[in-house]
């Protein structure tokens, strides 16, 4: 994937049959301990399933995950929106992109379409993030993406031997309609993460068309 920096990926719903290339996201401890907080031990197969069962009932209205796919059906990374409150209408995003898909933009603009997705599509007012204090790639992104970092959890994050600050970031609809447009304007359309399979329209990453 590295050499491949251009073309049209696509956001697609999570599918059971997509755990057995998930599960080794799962298997790598440095990862783990850069991205996921709660997790400390790789999974194996079974594990992954009992984690993400959740993902696929019908009944979960409070948790949607997508699979970020490049055009000759691999899957390179997962954007996901968790507890969505429709009291409050907030939620928490998570992005991850496997190493080799990395630093090409992809997960920059599947995050920013998800971010469209939760504010014009699910209605929400407010989407929070964390991140350990030293991943830079996540620091970078969630910036990308107009978050303001909105406090500092103390030696909230145990990994690698040591405890590390976690970073608390948070985007409001009203400042990502402003944002959104500047971002769509930086970014070129050499690559494009598109919602489903039909060709890049409204809900792309850059928006493509006159409604975007």
């Not at 009932?57 to 000759?72: A, I, L, M, Q, T």
């Not at 080799?100 to 469209?116: C, E, H, K, Q, S």
């Not at 699910?122 to 406090?151: F, H, K, M, P």
């Not at 304007?185 to 494009?192: A, F």
């Amino acid at each position: 994937m590295q050499d491949k920096t251009t073309g049209t990926f696509r956001l697609r719903p999570v599918e059971k049959s997509d755990l057995e290339v998930i599960a080794p996201w799962f298997q790598d401890v440095e990862d783990l301990a850069l991205f996921d907080r709660t997790s400390r031990i790789p999974f194996n197969q079974s594990q992954t399933e009992e984690i993400w069962k959740d993902a696929f009932s019908p009944d979960n209205g409070c948790k949607c995950w997508f699979v970020v796919e490049s055009s000759d059906g691999n899957a390179l990374g997962m954007a996901g929106i968790e507890a969505i409150s429709t009291v409050n209408r907030d939620a928490v995003i998570a992005m991850f992109v496997e190493k080799n898909a990395r630093r090409l933009g992809i997960g920059l603009r599947a995050t920013a379409l998800l971010i469209d997705f939760a504010f014009r599509q699910l209605g929400l007012n407010r989407l929070t993030s964390y991140y350990r204090v030293d991943n830079q790639s996540s620091r970078d992104l969630v910036a990308r993406v107009g978050c303001q970092i909105e406090g500092t959890m103390r030696q909230a994050w145990f990994a690698d031997g040591k405890f590390h600050d976690m970073i608390v970031v948070g985007v409001l609809n009203q400042d990502w309609m402003k944002h959104r447009e500047t971002l769509a304007q930086e970014l070129s359309n050499d690559i494009v993460v598109t919602f489903g399979t039909s060709a890049p329209g409204v809900w792309s990453w850059p928006p493509q068309g006159a409604e975007s």
